[in-house]
């Protein structure tokens, strides 16, 4: 078997692991940290085909990393091995050895895709060159133009009824005090006469100008009902042409049931598959593996190369597999097989009481504990929210003032009162709560402080992760400082000026950030016994009485 790649490494000595990974929070078995090791060796030094990573020197703007991934399998001999993949394309191909081939190679020549790309291709080209079209972009000048002269035509009549509107009105009050009653009347009747002629002569030119116009308008339209009718007829072709893509990508699972794309998603929220989907390392891998009878032992995901503008990715990091993209398809696949229970749906010790720092008849402010919800989530109930309603039953404010994540531990308000929360959820609008957040980066920095400046937005295709994006994200400020670097790690001080989700983690770790992930960060980082960010002291106004109120909110990890 020729995607079959044996071990390297003597691996006689290494339990296999019973149970396979939950493929989107996990730490790689250390098989798949051998076989990731072996790959990345490989991809160190092969020289059967070429592509920019960007770890070249000079070539860290134009190089694009890449997701590859390892799945570590026995055969039906017993004997253990791994498989390789690369998610997307690699070096301008689908198919590339020694990674296991796609689900479905729409790189084939003379395959329906191809087919159906050169047509759209054709089709884009037909559309630009109406669009381009001279005698239409001459039309439509003409147009703008013909209306700028028909608004100053008009405009010029309508001054010159209004001066003429002016002049007989004198002429009136001279003729009142010259003429006898009936020579007045007769004047006043040519004035009539002289002023419906005016109106009728400006609505006349206003209808010659506006046939004019619709002369040119129907030019105009007959060429855009062509482009119109071009961009619907696209729209069909390219949908047909991705809902046969959709039927073409088909899954095989550990029972051996088939599913195609259309089918895994068609009950999702977004019912059609994002793009990309399917051609992910870790559904190549799993979908090679059942269908050479291999048996999935465990797996790992990394990163290899520069990271991309949007993304939190580092070089050689272990990432879990996407959930926009693949945790339907690999919701089908895994199916037959025994897979560790998603560790985020197993209840954690919940203290019996939380810590309360400072409370009277308005507020509370908790000292919440990590991997402790701040509001209920769609699983678990049990949250500071629940707890504090279950102390107050009479309160009649909203409650929650702001949030921490799960894994973050540290100071939390509560409102008691709906006045409360209104004049503490100002102060978070205005920004005038200072705040300060206690972190371990997974790394040395080696600035003493600074200033991070980068706009987030959610991840569509891998909710809940975060992206910097300067098109669509929202503005995100963080300032920081180091207290102390020991034992390869730095502890810091963050002092978050936005609120947006996850904006500490992600400027920590985002290349353009800190480059540095919170040490046990899941999202952005490497997994650890709890993520090291606390929320450790703040500074507000009382609500209600407007003292000036500083809370701390101490804690000793021993890093």
């Not at 329906?112 to 630009?128: D, I, S």
């Not at 004198?170 to 009539?192: D, G, T, W």
């Not at 920095?445 to 909710?463: A, C, F, K, S, T």
């Amino acid at each position: 078997m020729k995607h079959l790649i044996p071990f390297k490494t003597d691996i006689s000595g290494i339990e296999a692991p019973k149970i396979f990974d939950f493929p989107f929070h996990y730490s790689p078995h250390k098989l798949a940290r051998i076989a990731a090791t072996e790959l990345q060796e490989y991809l160190r030094n092969q020289q059967d085909w070429e592509h920019d990573f960007g770890l070249k020197p000079g070539s860290e703007e134009v190089g694009l990393g890449k997701m590859f991934g390892v799945l570590v399998v026995k055969d039906q001999a017993g004997r253990l091995a791994y498989l390789s993949a690369f998610s997307g394309r690699l070096a301008g191909t689908n198919v590339l050895p020694p990674f296991v081939p796609p689900v479905h190679d729409t790189l084939v020549e003379g395959e329906f895709y191809r087919l159906g790309e050169a047509q759209l291709t054709k089709m884009n080209e037909e559309l630009e060159g109406l669009e381009r079209d001279e005698e239409y972009l001459n039309l439509k000048q003409n147009l703008i133009r013909r209306k700028a002269e028909n608004e100053a035509r008009i405009e010029e009549q309508r001054s010159a009824i209004r001066a003429d509107r002016k002049r007989r009105k004198q002429k009136r009050i001279e003729a009142k005090q010259l003429l006898s009653e009936e020579r007045y009347q007769e004047l006043e009747s040519e004035l009539v006469k002289e002023s419906t002629r005016q109106s009728y002569d400006l609505k006349k030119l206003k209808l010659q100008l506006a046939h004019e116009l619709e002369e040119l308008q129907r030019s105009i339209d007959v060429h855009e009902e062509k482009i119109e009718s071009l961009r619907e007829q696209r729209r069909k072709k390219s949908g047909a042409l991705q809902r046969q893509i959709f039927e073409q990508f088909q899954f095989l699972n550990a029972k051996g049931d088939w599913r195609s794309l259309y089918d895994i998603f068609q009950y999702t929220i977004n019912e059609n598959p994002p793009a990309g989907a399917g051609d992910c390392a870790a559904p190549k891998l799993l979908h090679y593996a059942f269908q050479h009878k291999l048996e999935p032992l465990c797996m790992a995901e990394f990163w290899w190369g520069t990271p991309p503008k949007m993304e939190v990715r580092k070089h050689q990091q272990f990432y879990p597999a996407c959930r926009g993209k693949c945790e339907p398809i690999l919701g089908h696949m895994l199916q037959g097989m025994a897979v560790e229970p998603n560790p985020l749906l197993v209840p954690h010790d919940a203290p019996a009481e939380l810590e309360v720092l400072f409370e009277d008849e308005h507020i509370v402010a908790i000292n919440k504990p990590h991997e402790f919800l701040s509001v209920p989530g769609k699983n678990v109930e049990d949250s500071v929210f629940l707890r504090m309603k279950e102390k107050n039953p009479q309160a009649t404010g909203p409650l929650i003032v702001h949030r921490l994540d799960m894994s973050t531990s540290g100071i939390l308000l509560v409102a008691k009162s709906r006045e409360a929360h209104k004049g503490l959820q100002l102060q978070f609008k205005e920004r005038s709560i200072s705040k300060r957040y206690l972190a371990v980066l997974d790394g040395l920095l080696d600035e003493d402080q600074g200033l991070i400046n980068l706009p987030l937005r959610v991840d569509l295709n891998d909710r809940p992760r975060q992206l910097v994006c300067y098109e669509y994200g929202k503005g995100a400020v963080t300032k920081w400082e180091v207290l102390k670097r020991a034992n390869g790690k730095t502890t810091v001080y963050f002092y978050p000026i936005t609120g947006r989700t996850h904006q500490l983690r992600v400027h920590a770790a985002h290349s353009q950030g800190l480059a540095t992930a919170i040490l046990g960060d899941d999202l952005y980082g490497t997994p650890a016994d709890r993520l090291y960010l606390h929320a450790q002291r703040i500074c507000f106004k009382h609500p209600i009485s407007g003292e000036e109120i500083e809370l701390e909110a101490e804690v000793d990890w021993g890093v």
